[in-house]
C-alpha cells in the first residue's frame, strides 16, 4: 500500500486522530495552566497573556511563534473532526442492513459519548473564542481589546456563560479520558503491562484538566477572582 493512501484507511485514519490528539491534549494542558495564572492577579495574568504574544523574541517577532501555533492548532483540529466524522461513516457502511439495534458492548460512557462530546467541545470552542479572543459584542459586551483579565473576569460573572463552560469542561474529561487511552492503543504504546498506567494517566488528565479549567469560573463566581 502506497504511503500517499494511507489516509484513506481507518488505519490511517485513527493515527490521524490519534496524531492530532496529541496535539490538542498538549494545547489544553497548556491553557489550563496559563488560565490559573488569573489566581495570581491581574498584573501576573495580563503579563502571561501578553506574553504569548512575544514567544520567541527576539528570534520571533511579535505575534509570529503564536501564529505558527495556532495555524498548528486549527490544521490538528480540522483534521481530527475530519477523521472522526470519516470513520463514523466508514462504520456505518459496514454495519449490516438488518442490524436493527444498537449494542453497547465493553463500553463506558466516556466512549458512548466521545462523538457528541466532541461536538459539543466544538461548539464552545468556537463561543469560547468569541467571547474571550475576537470579542463579538453580541456575546461578551464588556469585551476591551489588551485587557484580558478584565474580559475573563466579567465574561464569567454572568451564571448562564459559566453553566455552558461547566457542561463543556464535563465533555473535555469524557473526552480526554477515552482519547487518551485510544491515542496510546492506536500508536501502538499499549499492550497489558502498560494499559493500568495509561489508563491512569488517562484518568489524571480526565480530572486534572477540567478542574484546572472550572476552578476559575467558579472563583470569579465565589467573588475570589473580581
Do not use: C
Amino acid at each position: 500500500m502506497q504511503a500517499a493512501a494511507l489516509y484513506r484507511t481507518s488505519i490511517g485514519k485513527k493515527a490521524i486522530m490519534a496524531v492530532s490528539g496529541v496535539i490538542w491534549i498538549g494545547y489544553v494542558v497548556m491553557h489550563m495552566y496559563g488560565n490559573l495564572k488569573a489566581f495570581l492577579g491581574e498584573a501576573a495574568f495580563n503579563h502571561y497573556a501578553e506574553g504569548l504574544r512575544e514567544m520567541g523574541a527576539p528570534i520571533f517577532g511579535h505575534l509570529h511563534l503564536l501564529t505558527v501555533a495556532r495555524i498548528l492548532f486549527v490544521v490538528s483540529i480540522v483534521l481530527h473532526v475530519w477523521a472522526a466524522l470519516s470513520l463514523t461513516q466508514q462504520a456505518r457502511q459496514a454495519r449490516p442492513q438488518n442490524y436493527a439495534t444498537r449494542r453497547v458492548v465493553q463500553a463506558n460512557y466516556a466512549s458512548v459519548t466521545m462523538r457528541y462530546g466532541g461536538v459539543v467541545i466544538l461548539l464552545f470552542l468556537l463561543l469560547h473564542l468569541m467571547q474571550l479572543t475576537w470579542g463579538v459584542s453580541a456575546v461578551h459586551g464588556e469585551f476591551i481589546p489588551g485587557e484580558p483579565y478584565h474580559n475573563l473576569v466579567t465574561n464569567f460573572q454572568s451564571l448562564p456563560v459559566t453553566l455552558v463552560y461547566l457542561v463543556a469542561v464535563v465533555a473535555l474529561g469524557l473526552h480526554l479520558f477515552h482519547g487518551t487511552w485510544s491515542m496510546f492503543q492506536t500508536l501502538g504504546f499499549n499492550n497489558e503491562r502498560m494499559d493500568r498506567l495509561i489508563r491512569g494517566l488517562a484518568w489524571a488528565l480526565a480530572i486534572l484538566v477540567p478542574v484546572g479549567f472550572a476552578s476559575v469560573p467558579i472563583a470569579v463566581q465565589l467573588g475570589i477572582l473580581s
